[in-house]
């Protein structure tokens, strides 16, 4: 092992949950931190992996800047109210990065973030950057997420892979099922409806 073992994290789905509109039934992403609200199961499965000697960091994508929809210092400043109360329950996330480019952008975006990038999920740009900041061994690491795009960054940087995976979450079954014929997608190597069992299954795969 040449480095620290390190879990990467996405945000949305993985760590809180989106944003329901409960007038038109629109569904965002959280840009202010009060509108943060950790999913079940995250605080216990983050503290299981950090007192098994993980490094923990998020990494996101967070194409609201390029799409005209929040500010980018909307984004940091979520992103830090996040880390901040991870914190209070003695958690530390010790790096993020957010991908806010979106190949199309849209009305009022910031063009300077439209276009392709490096960065956004599911290449691999932002996870291999948090393996260089943090030092991390990839092979012994893994990506934790909710999507495609996230098991498909993971595997794109060598690393290990995990899918929270919500009974309602039926779009998702291709991945947790495995393979088809058909399919050429990734899958992820561990799975749980929430964090604290994705967190157990990774520590019982790393055990074997």
């Not at 509109?21 to 999913?39: C, K, M, R, W, Y």
């Not at 999920?121 to 934790?144: I, T, Y």
């Amino acid at each position: 092992m040449s480095g620290r073992r390190g879990v990467i994290l996405d945000r949305d789905g993985t760590l809180i949950d989106v944003v329901r509109d409960e007038e038109t039934g629109a569904i965002s992403t959280a840009f202010h931190p009060n509108q943060l609200v950790l999913l079940s199961g995250v605080v216990e499965g983050l503290r299981l992996l950090a007192d098994a000697g993980f490094a923990l960091a998020m990494a996101t994508n967070q194409p609201g800047p390029a799409k005209g929809q929040f500010s980018a210092a909307a984004v940091r400043r979520t992103n830090d109210a996040l880390v901040a109360r991870l914190a209070q329950d003695g958690i530390r996330i010790e790096a993020v990065q957010a991908c806010m480019h979106h190949p199309s952008g849209g009305p009022g975006g910031d063009a300077s973030l439209v276009g392709p990038c490096d960065c956004r999920k599911p290449v691999p740009g932002m996870l291999k950057a948090l393996e260089r900041e943090l030092g991390l061994d990839g092979g012994a690491s893994w990506m934790v997420g909710d999507s495609a795009a996230d098991v498909e960054a993971g595997e794109a940087a060598g690393m290990r892979t995990a899918l929270v995976f919500p009974s309602n979450r039926c779009e998702l079954c291709p991945l947790r099922a495995g393979v088809g014929a058909a399919s050429k997608r990734a899958v992820p190597t561990v799975h749980g409806a929430t964090l604290n069992a994705v967190a157990r299954a990774i520590l019982a795969f790393d055990a074997t």
